[in-house]
């Protein structure tokens, strides 16, 4: 019984007036006197009522199941947040094991189209080189087989010849020639 002293003073006042009262009672019945036997029932009555009032305020204000379920709630909450943090923990450290495998990964395909590139580039090379040979390979023949042999003798340059007199031409000193020069006009 988780009673404060309050309570069990009254409790033992209760069974005080009980112990008293019982006693005066069956004497009063006993003996039949009236005033002791209504005195021991008062006594006993009064023992009951105080009693009643005890176990009522244990009753509405004793709150040790409440209290239990109080700390029971308060400690699922507490492993629930326990829990909570831990998963936040796993969750950022997985995170940050994605993110340096992802940047690990990087860095590898990254180095490895780094070297395709350069072995592309190295065939490239390779390939142009043998191409280059084939097509000088191929000059030099067609040079010695006679294909790119000049036809003649070089030409410097291609003039164009005028004739030296021309039939519809006059001679520059003809009277034809004079007149279309001075539209009409006379000669001063």
């Known amino acids: 019984m988780d009673l404060t002293s309050g309570s069990r003073a009254t409790n033992v006042a209760a069974a ?13 019945i006993l003996h039949d006197d009236t005033a002791r036997s209504i005195g021991g ?3 006993i009555m009064t023992a009951l009522i105080l009693s009643a009032l005890v ?7 004793d709150t040790s199941e409440e209290r239990r379920a109080l700390a029971d709630q308060q400690r699922q909450a507490s492993e629930a947040h326990h ?3 831990a ?3 796993a969750l950022e450290n997985e995170q940050a094991r994605l993110n340096r495998d992802m940047a690990g990964e990087r860095q590898r395909i990254a180095a490895q189209l780094i070297a395709e590139r350069e072995a592309m580039r190295d065939e490239f090379e390779e390939n142009k080189a043998t191409l280059i040979a084939e097509t000088m390979e191929t000059t030099f023949l067609m040079i010695k087989g006679g294909k790119f042999a000049p036809e003649e003798t070089p030409q410097h340059g291609n003039l164009i010849q005028f ?16 007149r279309s020069r001075g539209h009409e006009v006379g000669r001063p």
């Open 163 to 178: 004739p030296k007199d021309l039939p519809a031409q006059g001679h520059p000193a003809s009277p034809e020639r004079e």
């Open 83 to 85: 829990r909570y943090i």
């Open 87 to 89: 998963s936040q923990a």
């Open 55 to 61: 176990a009522i305020r244990r009753w509405i204000v």
């Open 16 to 28: 005080v007036a009980m112990l008293g009262g019982l006693p005066a009672l069956l004497y009063g």
């Open 41 to 43: 029932a008062c006594l």
